[in-house]
């Protein structure tokens, strides 16, 4: 009977222990699948919204080999609610440590490798390169204004954040770059004004809108810094070329990316020839909280 009671335990024991590998397996692929790079186009994603649990485990990896930014959210991205990586269950769970992350990561990497990798592409092209705050030397006040109802030109969502100074004053305060890169678009746009947009390493544009005055002579295809200074905050555009004063002096930031596609959209968009995906916007709030932080 001791016997038969033994085997019995036994076979108890293994289902069990089949059963508890089983559901871990089938939650780890979940998670995995999870890492489609169609989201990258997704209004969810594009809104970029972070958490302070997020943000500081990214200052924890800053100025460290722990993770690239980049990494770590595309890494925290299955654990989040639909794309929102401010509602994070892995973070929720118990204090983040980096070999929890390094973990997770090598699981997704096994499990769904080209998703996992496209998704990174795109939050390294918004989050690996940036180095600083894009104005110094004066208290400034931003708020999340991502998609707030703009009309000259026309109805449309604010695909920015604007950065106001502690005085209306125009030619007083410096614009630096956040990345290093490479200028790729220079001059006046009717919305816009004086802007300058740099091309960081990793793929991502910075867009620097309504200078007052340029720091230098810049031209496509110079290369620049993280901290070099673009120019000085001003209240250019709305107009003509020289137009100023139809708003209040600030700095507008936009960061754009060229969306990753699955490798089954590209096949049925016909999007695998090469050609690069049209760009699109991404909210810089949280990548400017982020960046204040850095200091």
Wanted: include cysteine; hydrophobic fraction near 40%; charge should be negative.
């Amino acid at each position: 009977m001791w016997k038969d009671f033994c085997r019995r335990l036994l076979f108890v024991f293994f289902w069990a222990a089949t059963a508890v590998w089983f559901s871990g397996y089938l939650y780890q692929q979940s998670a995995a699948w999870m890492l489609d790079a169609d989201v990258t186009v997704t209004d969810e994603f594009r809104e970029m919204r972070l958490s302070n649990a997020v943000l500081s485990v990214l200052l924890q990896a800053s100025g460290s080999d722990a993770m690239p930014p980049g990494d770590i959210l595309t890494t925290l991205f299955p654990f989040s609610t639909g794309g929102d990586l401010g509602d994070n269950r892995l973070l929720h769970s118990r204090k983040i440590i980096f070999s929890d992350l390094n973990l997770w990561r090598t699981r997704f990497m096994k499990r769904n490798r080209s998703g996992y990798l496209k998704v990174r592409t795109a939050y390294a092209a918004i989050w690996n390169d940036v180095k600083c705050f894009p104005v110094t030397g004066t208290e400034i006040s931003y708020e999340n204004s991502w998609m707030f109802e703009r009309t000259y030109g026309g109805k449309r969502g604010h695909e920015g954040t604007d950065l106001m100074p502690s005085a209306n004053l125009a030619g007083v305060y410096p614009v630096i770059s956040m990345t290093d890169g490479v200028v790729e678009k220079i001059g006046w746009l009717e919305q816009g004004g004086y802007r300058i947009g740099i091309r960081s390493p990793n793929g991502g544009y910075f867009y620097y809108a309504h200078l007052d005055a340029y720091a230098q002579e810049f031209a496509v295809g110079d290369a620049v810094y993280a901290g070099e200074q673009l120019g000085l905050m001003g209240d250019s555009g709305y107009g003509e070329e020289g137009t100023v004063g139809k708003f209040a002096v600030h700095l507008h930031v936009g960061i754009y990316i060229y969306p990753q596609l699955s490798d089954r959209t590209a096949r049925e968009t016909g999007e695998d020839t090469g050609e690069q995906n049209a760009e699109v916007s991404v909210n810089p709030y949280w990548v400017l909280r982020y960046a204040e932080m850095l200091g």
